[in-house]
């Protein structure tokens, strides 16, 4: 069956240090991945997604994320986090292609920065 | 990214009564929406599958007559929650999809 692993529930990290999030995924097919943030009283927010084509991917707000096929992984990284980033973050794997894609949600990780 | 409304953004009602729920993508035409259910510090639950013109696909375990989808326009899908219970109460979150979700920012009801 489907499923997608955030191991770590909370973590904390000193505002300036790097943060790395894992997420590892079970997924029958080519997956389609996916990382949100939502932060209090916001929606989630796209952060970045990969579909194909380079496995190192960037996205918004100086995130990016690996693919790695071999360890069914897609990890989160930041090299320096800003309190702003405190937020509880999702990965997701999407099934079926196009409009129709179901996503598959990891439990998410709450992420505290300190001063 | 895409944006997409929701409203009420927070409900109260009283037990048995029914509330419904906006979700709009405002700047593209959502064939497809989605509509999720989250409980306190826990991830999103998929409740039912949206497509415009047609009738909704449910997860397994939601009530359909409970929990009714409408999507009745490319930009707008409505979720209604029939005949509401303290148990209903919950954060609901729609996202509409352009091949990615682009999510609404959630409405908060509270069933007393």
């Known amino acids: 069956a489907q499923s997608v692993t955030q191991p770590d529930i909370h973590i904390t990290v000193s505002e300036g240090a790097s943060l790395e999030l894992r997420c590892n995924y079970s997924y029958g097919a080519t997956p389609y991945l996916f990382w949100y943030v939502q932060s209090p009283g916001q929606g989630l927010q796209l952060l970045l997604k990969y579909f194909s084509g380079d496995t190192l991917v960037q996205g918004i707000k100086g995130f990016e994320a690996e693919f790695k096929r071999s360890q069914s992984s897609f990890n989160l990284r930041k090299p320096s986090v800003h309190w702003s980033d405190a937020a509880e973050y999702f990965c997701a794997v999407g099934k079926n292609a196009g409009n129709n894609r179901k996503l598959i949600w990891g439990l998410g990780t709450s992420l505290a920065v300190n001063p | ?112």
């Open chain 2, 1 to 112: 990214g895409a944006v997409v409304s929701q409203h009420p953004s927070r409900v109260i009602c009283k037990s048995g009564t029914s509330v419904k729920i906006e979700c709009r993508s405002l700047d593209f035409q959502a064939t497809t929406m989605f509509w999720y259910r989250q409980f306190p510090k826990q991830s999103l639950m998929l409740m039912a599958t949206s497509n415009e013109g047609s009738k909704a696909t449910y997860e397994q375990g939601v009530e359909k007559d409970k929990f009714l989808i409408n999507h009745a326009s490319l930009t707008l899908s409505t979720l209604t929650v029939t005949s509401a219970h303290p148990e209903d109460s919950s954060f609901y979150i729609c996202s509409a999809s352009g091949g990615v979700q682009y999510f609404g920012p959630g409405t908060r009801l509270l069933v007393l």
